[in-house]
């Protein structure tokens, strides 16, 4: 089955800088690539998706950059704010119509 | 409002007794799903349903059972709960696999 690697498992940066968030997947069939957000003691919410026919998506200051040959993809937000700081997930829709994700990033904006 | 709904929001229980935890959405979706979310772990895919009375194993499905004979619900039994169970558990909602999933509050399950 699918296999997914998110790195890393944390993260800290200074208010304003980038902070960048990748993961691996195994299987060249996956064609549909979705981030999530979880705040402490929040559900996941989706915050991003892109899909295999398309190299990157912006929204605002976060964006996802998609690799297809290399199988990666990653999250990219820019001029980070504390209300950033959370649980990212990366997941993976495959050819088993099923969504599997990676183990998470925790981020820390530091003000 | 679009929603999905699980209870109970928050459980201990002991070893062997059978619980149930519901899952219901309200937003006419033909994909649910199960997840366990244990530190370090991730979101790791208990069972998922493409429709009604279709289902099928995740991950880690050993000691849980689930069953969708409708399509607004995606109910989660443990017949013989475990320490081992002990998790905070999301069910999930999307249109297909493929498309923004939609969680529930999540349940905290404690097994003593």
């Known amino acids: 089955g699918e296999n997914v690697e998110q790195h890393p498992s944390t993260l800290s940066v200074q208010e304003g800088d980038s902070a960048v968030i990748k993961c691996t997947y195994s299987?060249?069939?996956?064609?549909?690539f979705p981030w999530y957000k979880q705040e402490l003691g929040k559900r996941p919410q989706l915050i991003i998706d892109?899909?295999?026919?398309?190299g990157e998506k912006k929204d605002q200051r976060i964006a996802v950059t998609l690799n297809k040959t290399a199988k990666h993809f990653s999250l990219h937000i820019t001029e980070t704010q504390p209300e950033d700081s959370a649980v990212y997930f990366c997941?993976?829709?495959?050819?088993?119509?099923?969504?599997?994700f990676g183990k998470g990033t925790k981020l820390s904006v530091k003000p | 409002e679009a929603q999905v709904t699980q209870n109970p929001r928050y459980l201990i229980t002991v070893t062997g007794k059978k619980l149930t935890v519901t899952c219901s959405q309200n937003?006419?979706?033909?994909?649910m799903s199960w997840y366990r979310q244990d530190p370090g772990l991730g979101l790791r895919q208990i069972y998922y349903?493409?429709?009604?009375?279709?289902?099928d194993k995740g991950d880690v499905p050993e000691g849980y059972k689930v069953s969708r004979k409708e399509k607004r619900n995606f109910p989660l039994i443990l017949e013989s709960p475990s320490p081992n169970q002990t998790s905070l558990y999301f069910c999930?909602?999307?249109?297909?696999?493929?498309?923004?999933?939609?969680f529930g509050q999540g349940t905290r399950l404690t097994v003593v």
């Open positions: 999930a909602s999307s249109l297909t696999g493929l498309t923004e999933a939609f």
């Open positions: 299987d060249s069939a996956s064609n549909y």
């Open positions: 892109i899909r295999s026919n398309v």
């Open positions: 997941a993976v829709g495959g050819s088993q119509g099923n969504l599997i």
């Open positions: 937003m006419n979706h033909e994909y």
């Open positions: 349903s493409m429709n009604v009375e279709v289902t």
